[in-house]
């Protein structure tokens, strides 16, 4: 969804919101099950599915490259200890 699309359905009535600022920067407080059902209409009933699917696949790649990066952290480690207890 776009900002436009938000914008033309609080327009016309679709979502309840309230406008809050924050260090003089307005945003929108919004109704996820409101904005989920115009997500849902305006996509088709899979989209919303499918995205949080998306997401969902992506939080988990991104948490196996924080995983494997930290295996290689210990395993350099592990070698120098290996190393010097060796040496």
Do not use: C
């Amino acid at each position: 969804m776009t900002q436009d699309d938000i914008f033309a359905a609080m327009r016309a009535g679709k979502l309840q919101f309230r406008e809050s600022n924050m260090h003089g920067n307005p945003w929108f407080r919004l109704l996820r099950h409101e904005v989920e059902a115009l997500v849902t209409e305006k996509g088709g009933q899979d989209h919303l599915r499918k995205k949080k699917l998306q997401k969902e696949l992506a939080d988990l790649d991104k948490e196996t490259r924080k995983i494997k990066a930290r295996l290689k952290a210990i395993e350099r480690r592990r070698a120098e200890l290996t190393k010097e207890i060796d040496g």
